[in-house]
């Protein structure tokens, strides 16, 4: 199978060069546009990994182009650029896949197989043409058990036919399929000295016709040897500790040019703060940053992704700016910026004297890296106020750190990043108030602060506004509205590059308003031609519109059309105007403005009034969208994510899972604890969720207990295997705040598009009937819309014959979490006994067998099973002991273990061998 790579990052080329072909793919490279469209026009593609960001013709353009020609090849999108837009954008240009950079490896290989299995191509890890099978996992060809010899390419060439077994290949067609565009083209002969040498192998083991000549037309698989392939596709441990050293590798060859990135940022910072950037080096720090920001992840390198990724938002934001700075402009930007390159080198450094051969194991692909614990240092004499609130704290990932006098203040200012400052009033009684701010002035200059007051009177207001405070709190707010109010101040400050869209004709007042907005993080984009105002509104998406009254079809009546639409409704509007007078104010709000900003400008009021109508907008929206305790999209807005989801789906061909989850016995944590406690829990929850699933993911919670997640990609089985896990992790972790360490469940119901239905009311409803069946069969566990309740005496999916110990617990506790029907056995005779019951049929499709039954070998209780039986069923078996399965004993089996392990690699297995007996959804 041939893949195109269009990427100009070479270290990123390097990986997925070395990955792909190791999963023997022929892979050809460019690292233009361009190139790439010369090589797809010349060569047929089962695949395309395409960059967005590319010289000479961008990613999307690139994908229209090939959708405009008809092409139907198969289009991966591979890109840092990771809001919904980008990904619609992408998408609706024709894409098939969408992969954010930084990403995971072996994710990746896993869904280049995903789309490769929706073409034409049948892919699948064992290939079985009657007794050949060729594992494309070890890259091993036996026939009849015996081990089979080929080159490189006499693999390749293999493997082609039999994941094509009723195409006929010519020799100019292998060619192209085999031999990449770089490598030097064989002449046709090579190919049938090739095929020579594949039947020379094959008649060795008694199979030397299976390959096929149709003189004047190619080869292809005998008919009489075709038999249809089976699929197993795993990935050993082995295959990713491989794979690990092999990125491990990549990036001692690849962290020098990561360096040189490095420098191109420090000189570029050097240069803003003396003046001297010019345009070049800004543009190319801009694409430094960003190369960064997609490799270092991939990498290992999280942190120094996201640093990059800062970075590059800076950077463009500081592009749209003119070259004149101010002092304020210097110490609000470009020190930060400063900040974040000088953390960047030391990240990249940590990682140069950390990495070793073996890279650590990360997290599984769809867990998202854990959020940043905010600090929170708190100037307070009042020791049982602060020592409620470190407990309170816990559920909100706060770090609280209190502070008594001075001396402290000042060590504990120096020893941690403080992410917020509390401070109460009567603190300041016996503390030098004068040193305190010289310390907080020297120590934490940026560092917003809350001042809180017992009282609440006019005149602690008043002091809280001359210390400087962000916020004022009464100290007498529940401690979770003032942790709620805290962390909402810390998202606020933390918005990052604002986008501001600007309909003028007069070029000078453009000017004007970016030069009064030097010092904020704006990102303007200019429009002359009110023609083309849809088209730029949807492609910016800004936080702020800024209309011209005079524009020529009226720039009164383009806000009235904004207004009118139920998409971009919200948006705040300012108008400029050379006429403030009563009627014209009177027309500008009538229109639907929020503001007007009179010329000529004021630049002082104009970057107050931009600065706070976005933070206010910002705060609204937020506030509309969010579920204030937990954090999560509300339904409404969740409802939209999901509508989103279902509509790429539809296009793309792929499914969605739609889950459901509602905390067990929550009434009586209520009840028992105070609804205080149940705040935390619902509270820590949502927080957890948050970590558990990937960016593009619906994470949302639709009230009181209940949540719901949408999951593109993932099918039923995938869905509650998945959310097993994360029930699994979540049932051991202790409630935070909880006098008694409790620990509680969840139940879930999952449902699939379009299986369950084609919309969101016709999804919930079956993920809500399987929700109610899992609270029915004892809650605590993960049900699909398939599972129905059956009487275990006359079925079973699982049979457990194993003796009684802690591991056969914990694994009839994982199968009952995922809703398998399982019975359990502790002898080999007592099951055979129930197995042969003409009274009660039992006719389980898997058995987990032990080797250490008491009465019978694990040999003799298969061979007792009778012929039949053993056709039906898949047997797994569980070793105590390793070395103990002789290669020919093998046969009777489906797979072996050694235990005591993991439940979620029995389970796995467990699946598979499901899916061997077309069996992919009992439950």
């Not at 190919?191 to 000549?213: M, Q």
């Not at 004021?602 to 907008?617: F, K």
Request: net charge neutral; with cysteine; proline share 4%.
């Amino acid at each position: 199978m041939r893949i195109l790579l269009v990427e100009d990052d070479e270290s990123i080329v390097e990986l997925l060069t070395t990955v792909l072909v190791g999963q023997s793919y022929v892979v050809d490279v460019a690292t233009d546009g361009e190139a790439g469209w010369e090589l797809v026009e010349a060569f047929p593609y089962d695949l395309v990994v395409l960059d967005i960001m590319l010289p000479r013709l961008d990613g999307i353009s690139f994908c229209r182009r090939l959708r405009d020609r008809n092409n139907p090849v198969l289009v991966m999108m591979l890109t840092a650029r990771d809001t919904t837009t980008d990904k619609l954008l992408g998408l609706d240009s024709g894409a098939d896949d969408y992969v954010i950079k930084p990403f995971n490896s072996q994710e990746l290989i896993a869904r280049v197989r995903a789309l490769l299995r929706r073409g034409n191509i049948a892919l699948s890890s064992i290939l079985e043409c009657g007794s050949l099978r060729l594992d494309p996992n070890t890259r091993n060809v036996t026939y009849d058990g015996m081990l089979l010899q080929f080159s490189r390419k006499e693999y390749l060439l293999l493997e082609l036919f039999l994941r094509n077994p009723h195409r006929v290949f010519s020799r100019r067609a292998i060619v192209e399929h085999l031999w990449a565009f770089d490598e030097e083209a064989p002449i046709e002969d090579t190919v049938k000295s090739h095929i020579k040498n594949i039947r020379k192998e094959l008649r060795r083991v008694g199979a030397g016709d299976l390959i096929e000549t149709l003189y004047g037309q190619g080869y292809r698989i005998n008919p009489l040897h075709f038999s249809r392939a089976n699929s197993s596709e795993t990935t050993t441990t082995a295959q990713q500790e491989t794979l690990d050293a092999t990125v491990a590798q990549i990036w001692e060859r690849k962290k020098g040019a990561c360096l040189e990135r490095l420098a191109v940022l420090e000189q570029s910072v050097q240069a803003i703060k003396t003046q001297t950037l010019d345009a070049n080096l800004h543009q190319k720090a801009i694409e430094n940053a960003h190369k960064l920001a997609g490799g270092l992840g991939t990498f290992g390198l999280d942190e120094g992704s996201r640093l990059s990724r800062h970075i590059e938002e800076l950077l463009e934001a500081y592009l749209a700016e003119s070259q004149t700075t101010t002092p304020q402009y210097l110490k609000r930007t470009v020190k930060p910026l400063e900040q974040l390159v000088v953390e960047l080198r030391q990240v990249i450094q940590n990682q140069q004297n950390q990495r070793t051969a073996t890279v650590e194991s990360k997290p599984p692909a769809l867990a998202l890296p854990a959020r940043p614990q905010p600090n929170l240092l708190v100037f307070d004499r009042d020791q049982s106020f602060t020592s409620t609130l470190v407990i309170e704290a816990i559920s909100w990932n706060i770090q609280v750190v209190n502070a008594l006098d001075l001396d402290e203040i000042c060590i504990q200012l120096q020893a941690i990043t403080a992410n917020l400052i509390l401070l109460d009033l009567d603190f300041l009684q016996n503390t030098d108030q004068a040193s305190l701010l010289s310390a907080f002035k020297k120590y934490a200059p940026t560092t917003p602060m809350v001042v809180m007051s017992a009282q609440e009177r006019s005149s602690d207001r008043l002091a809280a506004v001359q210390l400087g405070a962000a916020m004022f709190l009464a100290k007498s707010t529940p401690l979770p509205q003032m942790l709620q109010a805290m962390m909402q101040l810390l998202q606020e400050l933390n918005w990052g590059v604002a986008k501001v869209l600007i309909v003028e004709q007069a070029s000078q007042t453009v000017q004007q308003l970016r030069t009064s907005t030097l010092a904020q993080p704006l990102q303007f984009t200019e429009l002359s031609a009110p023609g083309e105002f849809w088209e730029t509104l949807k492609s910016v998406h800004p936080d702020l519109l800024i209309l011209d009254e005079q524009l020529p079809d009226g720039g009164l009546s383009l806000c009235r059309s904004v207004r009118q639409d139920p998409y971009w409704n919200w948006l705040p509007i300012i108008v400029l105007t050379k006429n403030a007078t009563p009627s014209t104010l009177h027309e500008i709000f009538a229109a639907g403005a929020d503001d007007y900003i009179a010329q000529p400008l004021v630049p002082e009021t104009v970057s107050i009034q931009i600065t706070n109508r976005i933070r206010r907008s910002r705060l609204l929206r937020n506030q509309a969208q969010v579920d204030e305790l937990t954090d999560l999209a509300n339904r409404h807005q969740s409802i939209q994510g999901l509508n989103q989801l279902l509509k790429i789906a539809q296009r793309s061909q792929q499914p969605v899972c739609f889950a459901i989850l509602d905390l067990d016995h929550f009434k009586q944590i209520n009840d028992e604890y105070g609804h205080g406690q149940g705040d935390r829990v619902l509270r820590q929850f949502g927080q957890f969720l948050k970590q558990k699933f990937r960016a593009g993911d619906v994470v949302a919670r639709w009230g009181g207990e209940e949540f719901v997640i949408g999951m593109y990609g993932i099918t039923w089985g995938d869905g509650v295997e998945r959310l097993a896990e994360i029930l699994e992790e979540w049932r051991s972790i202790p409630l935070a705040a909880s006098p008694d360490k409790l620990n509680i469940s969840f139940s879930a119901g999952v449902a699939q598009y379009p299986h369950d239905g084609i919309n969101v009311q016709m999804l919930y409803r079956s993920a809500d009937t399987a929700l109610y069946r899992a609270k029915v069969a004892g809650r605590n566990r993960v049900l699909s819309s398939q599972w129905q309740p059956v009487s275990v005496s006359s079925h079973a999916d699982v049979m457990l014959l194993y003796p009684e110990d802690e591991f056969a617990h914990d694994l009839l506790n994982a199968l009952e979490t995922r809703g398998y029907h399982t019975c359990r056995f502790k002898q080999g005779k007592e099951a055979l006994k129930r197995l042969k019951s003409k009274r009660f049929i039992l006719n389980p499709p898997i058995i987990l067998l032990s080797d250490s039954l008491s009465d019978l070998s694990w040999q003799d209780f298969i061979r007792r099973l009778g012929t039949k039986q053993r056709k039906q069923t898949q047997v797994i078996l569980l070793l105590n002991q390793a070395d103990t399965v002789g290669k020919k004993q093998t046969d009777l089996l489906f797979d072996y273990l050694l235990v005591p392990c993991s439940t979620s690699v029995v389970t796995q297995r467990l699946r598979q061998a499901l899916g061997r007996l077309g069996l992919h959804q009992l439950h």
